[in-house]
């Protein structure tokens, strides 16, 4: 028996050719234990699962404030088993425990409760005007879409979770959900969660499995109504593809390269935090991350003094300790990856002021090799590879400006339009250059600041649609126009006008 | 742009070919979680900015207008592949492997211990514990 079931139609369970794969500390290469790996025979049952729960059982039929009060015992629930849930995040995934713990694990209760919010308060039925000829009553009504599946990334497995399931079972849907392959405990004990809250069987559905056979099921399945992805804009594109087959709804959030623009009036101290955070959260591996940082030539060469100064002292090493900054990237091929644009950028643009290798002194079993330092290269132009491509790692690229529209063309020379921020004194400057970036979120004097309350998405290659907010909540449901007709005699029907008198 | 590969990414290619009855594209994307990487698809249907940039066992290699940019005339990557389940929808992950891109320079006949991730040992037995606690200003500033 795998220690990490699949968990379908409510119960746990292994996969159907038994196969297991091998979860493991990133920080030091040792198993945590065997989740089980589905195959598209699971992901098949997942789906039929959740079918049945949808046409058949309760979850569609009760009202918005009965399953907003199952959303609040999932709040409840999480609460409870915090501690342990952010630990297991933390060695899973490579993330710090002081992230699991401030971010990942009270920001999915954040985003159930939320969403039972908008399930409590988000109008079932809109009444719309009438007319006068022929005489109707219209109204809008809002209704699930069916089944609903969600493919989720390593970066936040358990606040992803919480993303794709919260406001797809608010509405009414029932769901299917697969986690990525290096971090699916913590979306799998969620299980455990959905069992203790008395969910029906079926509602939600979680499947650990290969992007290759899973994913690409429960993006082409015939019997789901609509899919989310968050991560690549290449598996993105194929997901689109995928769901074309049966023209569904897609919601997609994907890849970025956002700009942090520091204007000249900034206070550059707080400016320096804000972009250090931007760029260096969970070692950049975060979508939004604001990893090009234009900076006004004017204040460039202090302001670069202090990012350097500073992500110097950042602490890399033991993720499980509430001290460390950067644990390690979540796998030894991801650091490869950030060891070729790091090879890439030293051609390019030449050798960074800041980082640029693996940490050294790192605490004995600790495995040097999964690990990078916050690396920053400074005068880089915006066409390089390293400021065009998205690395998803602690790279920092600061390319200064000389003027406000400048800083704002340079932001939006890029295939991508997820997030990004302005750091200045004058708030009406900051917004006037926030308007002019194309992109889904701006954060003025700060960074990274996502709330279940506010809508969250890409411009251009960074997605399609909105998640959070009551964007991500009508996402999970269709506009269903209902007109009636009084009835009564044949002058109240316009088809006896339209059309032969004798029909 | 130029693509070469490695025989370890012909090798995986070719079994996929063994094991999907449609046609083979590899397509060079971009984003997120990947970062830029090579994937194998199904039946994919190339973007309009998408051109052939090479071939491996016989399957077009794709990328789009911008990455073909970065990387003018001859200027290479190396498909290869990395002994680590990886993410995405790429075929070769139901292997438990990715396809994966290394610099120009990059040798796996000479390099061939950098893609092995050495076999996990157990911490069943002995966890390693969370070390201190939050501090404080956090506690108040949980992320909604």
């Not at chain 2, 139901?94 to 990059?106: S, T």
Request: charge should be negative; glycine fraction near 10%; proline fraction near 6%.
């Amino acid at each position: 028996m795998a220690d990490f079931q699949l968990f379908i139609d409510g119960e746990y369970c292994d996969a159907a050719s038994g196969e297991t794969f091998t979860t493991s500390d990133p920080a030091t290469n040792e198993a945590i234990g065997e989740v089980a790996k589905a195959d598209r025979s699971d992901a098949v049952r997942a789906v039929e699962a959740a079918r049945r729960a949808f046409d058949e059982g309760p979850w569609p039929r009760m009202t918005g404030p009965e399953r907003a009060a199952k959303l609040r015992k999932v709040v409840e629930l999480i609460g409870s088993k915090a501690e342990k849930l952010a630990e297991m995040e933390a060695r899973d995934g490579g993330g710090t425990i002081k992230k699991a713990t401030f971010a990942d694990i009270p920001g999915s209760q954040s985003a159930f409760e939320w969403f039972a919010r908008c399930a409590e308060d988000e109008a079932d039925e809109v009444e719309l005007p009438g007319s006068p000829f022929p005489p109707s009553q219209n109204w809008v009504s809002y209704e699930p879409h069916g089944v609903c599946t969600g493919i989720i990334p390593w970066n936040f497995p358990f606040i992803m979770a919480a993303w794709k399931i919260a406001p797809a079972i608010a509405a009414g849907n029932t769901t299917v959900i697969k986690p990525a392959s290096y971090t699916s405990i913590s979306a799998l004990m969620l299980g455990e969660v959905f069992q203790e809250a008395d969910l029906p069987p079926g509602v939600v559905n979680i499947v650990a499995g290969p992007g290759g056979t899973v994913g690409e099921e429960l993006a082409a399945n015939p019997l789901v109504d609509k899919t989310a992805f968050t991560g690549s804009t290449e598996v993105g594109r194929r997901i689109m593809q995928l769901a074309s087959g049966t023209v569904k709804p897609v919601t997609l959030e994907l890849g970025g390269k956002s700009a942090n623009i520091v204007l000249d009036d900034a206070d550059l101290d707080l400016a320096a935090a804000a972009v250090l955070f931007g760029t260096f959260f969970h070692n950049g591996q975060v979508c939004e991350s604001g990893t090009r940082a234009l900076v006004h030539r004017s204040v460039y060469d202090e302001f670069l003094s202090l990012l350097v100064d500073r992500a110097g002292k950042m602490v890399v090493g033991n993720q499980l300790d509430f001290n460390t900054d950067l644990g390690p990237l979540v796998s030894r091929g991801q650091a490869e990856t950030i060891e070729r644009y790091v090879a890439l950028g030293r051609d390019e643009v030449g050798e960074p002021v800041c980082g640029g290798g693996r940490p050294e002194g790192l605490a004995e079993g600790l495995v040097a090799e999964n690990f990078y330092t916050p690396t920053i290269f400074a005068g880089v132009d915006n066409k390089a590879k390293i400021a065009q491509e998205e690395i998803f790692g602690p790279v920092l690229c600061v390319i200064p400006f000389d003027t406000d529209e400048e800083a704002v063309a340079i932001a939006n020379d890029s295939i991508y339009g997820l997030g990004g921020g302005v750091q200045s004194s004058n708030f009406e400057r900051a917004r006037k250059v926030a308007a002019g970036m194309r992109t889904g979120t701006v954060w003025i004097n700060d960074y990274h600041m996502i709330s279940p309350e506010r809508p969250f998405g890409g411009y251009k290659q960074s997605g399609i649609g909105r998640e959070l907010g009551t964007q991500g909540y009508n996402a999970y449901r269709q506009a269903k126009h209902i007109h009636a007709n009084p009835g009564g005699t044949r002058d109240n029907y316009m088809h006896f006008s339209a059309l032969s008198p004798n029909i | 742009m130029r693509v070469r590969a490695t025989s370890r990414a012909v090798a995986v290619v070719e079994r996929a070919k063994l094991h999907r009855s449609g046609g083979l594209t590899v397509t060079i994307g971009t984003g997120c979680c990947e970062s830029t990487a090579p994937f194998l698809y199904e039946d994919f249907w190339p973007g309009p900015d998408q051109e052939a940039v090479g071939e491996v066992a016989g399957v077009t290699v794709f990328a789009p207008e911008y990455l073909r940019r970065s990387y003018p005339g001859d200027e290479g990557v190396v498909l290869d592949v990395n002994e680590e389940f990886g993410e995405s929808l790429s075929i070769e992950t139901e292997f438990g492997v990715r396809l994966v891109l290394r610099g120009a320079d990059f040798d796996s006949t000479t390099e061939p211990e950098r893609c092995v991730v050495p076999a996990p040992a157990s911490t069943a037995d002995r966890p390693r514990a969370v070390v201190g606690e939050m501090p404080e200003a956090l506690r108040r500033a949980h992320m909604r």
